[in-house]
């Protein structure tokens, strides 16, 4: 008989699955026969629980916290040179630190034998009316369709497994399918899982305890957002018009669901327990100073963290338009050099913290003096020359909510967001200006977005490559440090582009009268690099290590 030991040891950090602490409880070491689980609905309802807990579900998440895909990217860089973050920086990606390699292809298909063990064996179920069998189904599906798509993005084709494997069948090399097969396997589990799922959180039983669930509607939502992958510049290099009429019709499905609606503030699209913006979210309440990823990874030794280790970059910064809409590289913006930070696009404010800022009771200090006749450069509290401390003079905002200080145990929501409205909108925006180009629907999308977030409208009579610039600058503000921008940049090819550029920051001299003067400088020792194999991860090399020639290696690696 088939055993399995239970090792639920996440039960905290799935709250969202239900408001009873022992929703998940296992004991942890304990052997149970599967199909003594399988004769049991609560049992068996548990184990298909467990599937979820193999998704990818924070932002700060490379081997546990000390990384984020952001850093890979033009968002911002590590401050210490952590290794799993570096190897990405350098092009080392077979390298064992590199986790978002390594890590998720291994987590990816431990969530993929689980949803198959629990597809394949919950029909010996005496399933009750307190449980929904189809719904239990399209979880499953939902959850196996997901697993795969992270690793499509990543990998490309990959091993499809279907079916529970046997110890002896475990070991069977296998080789991969190709890319379009694993979408078509993703695609497929997607339809069967929207008809079996209840469409929304709120037509579960008990919703406000479901906010973490497979919905129709998330389904949807993967749906969209694997079309688009597939009809984006890496995956379809002859431009298809077909391919982004089937992403934009699966965006206008969910817009014409008529269900959901933009969070009314932006400043609080990852800190409210529940919006009608929330389409699926990995609820994370609690979020206190001690015993978080805040202190050990973004708050700096000022303010009471361990360190900081991530750095907003300027490259970034410059993304944010003026307040009355226009770039700041536009002559007529009133953009000033030397007051850099007057009348940004609102959403800066949310998600950068610079010099001079007050946050948590202070002004935020990232300045430096000039020399003084002995040379000596005195520097502010919150920067200096020490590892672990900004080397952009920004720190990041969005994932720190102002609650979570130092010798406080107030604490504060910020939840992982999976799928959101605003991102069907500006998917749905892209998609058609491919296929159809500037239409008033693309219009409206993209402007729905930045009206909410108090940003003018756009200007009319843009043409089609000006409205792509402008559809890819908004997601790369609106969903600024929210793990988009790396996959986006992978998407559109962009990486010699965007990822191999220099990295700059803002040097700031606090002058003798107190007021502030302001450099753009480059920041040569956080060199990233983007080659061509790069778009496509490396098959792990200890998966290689085990294939007997079946598996083969993405090229260039």
Request: charged share 20%; net charge neutral.
């Amino acid at each position: 008989m088939k055993k399995i030991i239970y090792l639920l040891f996440l039960v905290a950090s799935l709250i969202g699955f239900s408001c009873k602490k022992d929703f998940l409880q296992r004991d942890v070491g304990i052997q149970s026969d599967l199909e003594e689980v399988f004769k049991d609905p609560l049992l068996a309802s548990r184990f298909g629980d467990f599937t979820y807990t193999f998704s990818i579900s924070d932002y700060g998440r490379l081997s546990g916290y000390k990384g984020m895909t952001s850093q890979f990217t033009d968002e911002s860089i590590v401050n210490n040179g952590q290794i799993e973050v570096a190897a990405m920086n350098s092009g080392q990606f077979l390298d064992p630190g590199a986790s978002d390699v390594t890590g998720i292809y291994a987590q990816m298909y431990r969530g993929i034998r689980n949803a198959n063990l629990m597809l394949a064996n919950m029909g010996k179920t005496p399933w009750t009316d307190l449980y929904n069998p189809n719904y239990i189904k399209g979880e499953q599906l939902y959850l196996r369709a997901y697993f795969y798509f992270e690793l499509l993005r990543r990998f490309g084709g990959v091993v499809i497994l279907t079916q529970p494997q046997d110890f002896t069948e475990a070991s069977t090399d296998l080789p991969r399918t190709s890319y379009a097969e694993t979408l078509g396997l993703i695609l497929n589990d997607l339809e069967q899982a929207i008809a079996l799922l209840p469409l929304t959180n709120a037509d579960w039983p008990n919703p406000a305890a479901q906010s973490n669930r497979a919905t129709g509607a998330a389904v949807m939502a993967l749906k969209a957002r694997a079309l688009l992958f597939d009809a984006s510049p890496l995956n379809n290099p002859n431009n298809d018009l077909a391919k982004w009429k089937k992403a934009a019709e699966a965006s206008k499905a969910i817009i014409d669901l008529n269900k959901f609606s933009l969070e009314p503030n932006y400043a609080n699209v990852l800190t409210v327990a529940n919006s009608n913006e929330y389409i699926r979210i990995w609820p994370r309440g609690g979020r206190g100073f001690i015993g978080t990823y805040l202190s050990d990874f973004l708050i700096p030794t000022s303010y009471g963290g361990a360190q900081s280790n991530l750095s907003p970059v300027q490259n970034h910064v410059d993304l944010y338009e003026m307040a009355n809409g226009k770039p700041i590289t536009d002559v007529t913006s009133g953009y000033n050099p030397q007051n850099p930070y007057l009348n940004r696009d609102p959403r800066f404010y949310v998600n950068i913290l610079y010099n001079n800022v007050t946050w948590q009771g202070r002004a935020l200090q990232t300045w430096q003096s000039e020399p003084n006749a002995q040379g000596i450069i005195t520097y502010g509290t919150d920067i200096s020359t020490a590892t672990s401390i900004t080397k952009t003079s920004y720190y990041l905002k969005r994932l720190w909510p102002e609650a979570s200080r130092s010798g406080s145990t107030a604490s504060a929501l910020l939840n992982y967001v999976f799928y959101r409205y605003a991102e069907v909108l500006i998917n749905y925006a892209e998609a058609l200006n491919e296929e159809a180009g500037p239409t008033s629907e693309v219009y409206n999308a993209v402007n729905a977005i930045r009206l909410r977030a108090k940003m003018p409208a756009l200007p009319a009579g843009l043409s089609q490559a000006e409205m792509r610039e402008r559809i890819r600058n908004e997601r790369a503000i609106e969903f600024a440090f929210e793990d988009m921008r790396w996959w986006d940049i992978l998407r559109w090819k962009k990486g010699p582009e965007i990822v191999a550029q220099p990295m700059k920051a803002m040097k700031v001299i606090k002058n003798a009268n107190g007021s502030f003067s302001y450099s753009v400088i480059e920041l040569p020792a956080f060199k990233k690099v983007f080659n061509n194999n790069m778009y496509l991860y490396p098959i792990p090399r200890a998966e290689m290590n085990k294939t007997s020639g079946a598996l083969k290696q993405n090229p260039g690696w």
